[in-house]
């Protein structure tokens, strides 16, 4: 019968199997999160010989567990390498924390790359036995306490490592271990303490027993592990799965069960709970890096935007810019115009005075006064705009540049102001204000434009008896082009200057 062990060492890990109990007055206060932290080394690799025959290789203790040791047999065969390996006085796995239940004996690959050989279970002796085959050629090997077996990356705890002897056959070379391909800490969780006061009165059972209550925990622990990273977030199906296989290990359990079938549905629990974790890992981690990709497209579009709002601002303002410039150019032309006007106003101002002034004209006959008073309006109205003399009257144009649209340019209301004063200072006098187009189609425009002259005639304070406005249209064309048509004429006649325009004269016919 195989010796039988305390099973003390499982007391307080996460709660009470059947047959195995608890002392009274434990508690569950959080309990702290264990960690241990080892210096960096380098491993020795060796490129075990093909088929040259089985090689000895040592294992020694590392500063965390000194006083362990133990050996293996190497030897490289066709297609694999086996590894039969034996150690000592490994003391219980829970001595660096509560969260480490075994030991696990690793592969490292000369790039680092580690590959889990599989499970040290110790005797009642502290020893165990392992014997294994791999499908490296060069490796070196480490054994370090993990919270349950089926993990896929080793711990911190590294508690052994392989050591060359001399008359080991093969070349050796230092593995330079990367750190993502072996990361430390990983497998730490936060658990309850339940160690119990009274741990020595706990019942002794056999190695098979223990062993089966080791792999129980082992999956426990890699469920709480799987949790803890999330996996019921990122991974609940396969959770689940672990978490049946964990149910069904436990109800083995309880039923005192055939101690293979126990540590088959435990182990099978534990691989699946790593699934789990590793597969929670790889979806947080997708998670964050499209969270990290659709912030900087969100950055990007933002930039984007801002740069076409800095672009858009950049034109609004050469157009704000552009307008203020058309605006300023039109104020000084309008002041230039006013000016000019204002100039027109004083020289007629200065004429009319002199008309004024001046005695009456010594003619004695009407036509020569009407003559005399033509040629002094005719001045004066040149001071305005520019007037032509006509059998029709005396005649001012303006061209189609004077308007815009129907209504009057600034400037040329400043002459129908100037014109209405004068007109109206000659009581007698008519003024006929006529439209006339290039067009047809214009005829109506035309119209619109002498019914404007008239209002601002009016408005300027011409009596409204004395003018009148008319649209002609095209029946009265000065030429072919169609600016020199589109015009208005104001015609002011009347018996104050007569009909007869001062460069014409009468002729006395003789009779014989």
Not at 182 to 196: E, H, K, M, N, V
Not at 322 to 338: F, H, I
Not at 373 to 386: F, K
Not at 491 to 501: F, K, N, Q
Request: glycine share 6%.
């Amino acid at each position: 019968m195989r010796q039988a062990v305390w099973c003390s060492v499982m007391a307080g890990l996460f709660c009470a199997l059947p047959g195995i109990s608890q002392a009274p007055g434990s508690h569950s206060a959080p309990a702290p999160i264990y960690r241990v932290t080892v210096v960096e080394r380098n491993v020795d690799a060796v490129n075990y010989q093909y088929r040259s025959g089985p090689t000895m290789i040592d294992f020694r203790g590392t500063v965390l567990l000194s006083e362990a040791k133990g050996d293996a047999t190497v030897e490289s065969e066709r297609g694999r390498t086996e590894i039969d390996a034996k150690f000592e006085k490994l003391a219980p796995a829970t001595r660096f924390g509560r969260e480490y239940l075994t030991y696990v004996l690793w592969a490292i690959s000369p790039e680092g790359a580690p590959h889990n050989l599989g499970e040290l279970v110790t005797n009642g002796s502290n020893k165990a036995h392992i014997h294994v085959t791999t499908d490296l050629q060069a490796f070196g090997m480490i054994v370090t306490a993990e919270p349950y077996s089926a993990v896929r990356q080793p711990s911190d705890v590294v508690v052994l490592e392989n050591r060359v002897r001399p008359d080991t056959v093969g070349r050796t070379a230092p593995i330079q271990a990367k750190y993502e391909l072996l990361p430390r800490g990983q497998y730490t969780w936060q658990i309850q303490d339940s160690l119990a006061n009274g741990v020595a009165n706990a019942p002794k059972v056999s190695m098979n027993r223990y062993e089966a209550i080791v792999e129980v925990y082992q999956a426990q622990n890699a469920i709480g592990i799987a949790r803890a990273a999330n996996a019921e977030l990122y991974a609940p199906n396969t959770l689940a799965k672990a978490e049946q296989e964990f149910s069904e290990a436990q109800r083995l359990e309880a039923s005192k069960a055939d101690t293979s079938l126990i540590v088959q549905s435990a182990r099978a629990a534990a691989q699946t709970a790593d699934d789990a974790r590793v597969i929670a890992g790889r979806r947080k981690q997708d998670e964050q890096l499209a969270k990290t990709e659709q912030q900087l497209a969100a950055a990007q579009q933002a930039k984007s935007q801002a740069e076409a709002a800095a672009q858009q601002a950049r034109i609004d303002a050469d157009a704000a810019r552009a307008q203020a410039e058309s605006d300023r150019a039109a104020r000084e032309q309008a002041e230039a115009d006013a000016a000019a006007a204002r100039q027109r106003a004083s020289q007629a101002d200065r004429v009319q005075a002199v008309i004024v002034q001046a005695p009456p004209p010594p003619h004695a006959d009407r036509q020569t006064a009407q003559t005399d008073m033509r040629a002094q309006l005719l001045e004066r109205l040149n001071g305005i705009a520019v007037t032509r003399d006509t059998p029709r009257g005396l005649v001012i144009t303006l061209a189609d540049g004077d308007f815009r649209g129907a209504t009057l340019a600034p400037s040329a209301s400043g002459e129908m102001a100037r014109l209405a004063m004068v007109a109206a200072s000659h009581p007698g006098l008519r003024v006929a204000v006529e439209g006339y187009s290039d067009t047809a189609a214009t005829a109506e425009r035309a119209a619109e434009r002498a019914n404007t002259v008239h209002d601002a005639l009016v408005a300027a304070g011409l009596p409204a008896n004395m003018v009148s406005s008319r649209g002609y249209g095209d029946s009265r064309p000065l030429g072919a082009s169609a600016a020199e048509n589109r015009r208005i004429e104001i015609v002011l006649s009347g018996d104050p200057i007569g009909t007869l325009p001062i460069w014409d004269r009468t002729y006395s016919l003789n009779r014989k």
